[in-house]
């Protein structure tokens, strides 16, 4: 009989701790899931964007230096804490602002940008393995817009999948 009443006593804080140890685990999946997702964004974006050559191509493109700032931010994250994730919304925010500027406004002159392009010969680069390299660029540029624009996406969904409320603030 006693063993009973001690068993009812102690079931509750059992089932707490339970519940409390499901819940941690659930927020660390999230927080994986996240953070996968934050990686994928900072590989294409160190790796393709945030680089001299392309600070040097968008001078004098609207493109705010608050914006360049939130999104190196946004990838340096190595870990989530709560409140965070309304940071990184903005900072997803930010990069889709970013992606349709360049889009936008440094596509259609990209190769004039690089000195590959024939329509201004004096301006056009002399050394041949630098016009083979800016050529490269050109032609691999979109291509890497684009994957930037797919990484933002599947990590703005998984957001807002973890936390609806953020498309409403």
Not at 3 to 20: C, G, H, K, N, S
Not at 79 to 101: D, S
Not at 126 to 143: G, S, W
Request: charge should be neutral.
């Amino acid at each position: 009989m006693a063993d009973t009443v001690l068993q009812e006593l102690i079931a509750p804080e059992i089932d707490r701790q339970e519940r409390l140890e499901e819940e941690l685990e659930r927020q660390n999946r999230r927080d994986a899931e996240l953070l996968r997702l934050i990686g994928q964004v900072r590989d294409i974006f160190e790796n393709h964007f945030d680089r001299t050559w392309f600070s040097v191509i968008i001078d004098g493109l609207p493109i705010d230096f608050r914006t360049v700032r939130e999104i190196r931010q946004m990838v340096c994250l190595t870990a989530l804490y709560p409140g965070e994730e309304w940071q990184v919304y903005q900072a997803v925010l930010e990069l889709e602002t970013f992606m349709r500027t360049v889009r936008r406004q440094l596509l259609p002159v990209l190769k004039e940008r690089l000195g590959i392009s024939w329509l201004f010969p004096a301006r056009r680069v002399r050394d041949r393995n630098q016009f083979l390299l800016r050529k490269f660029v050109a032609i691999t540029f979109p291509y890497n817009l684009e994957r930037l624009r797919a990484a933002t996406l599947r990590l703005k969904d998984g957001l807002l999948s973890y936390y609806p409320g953020l498309s409403e603030e």
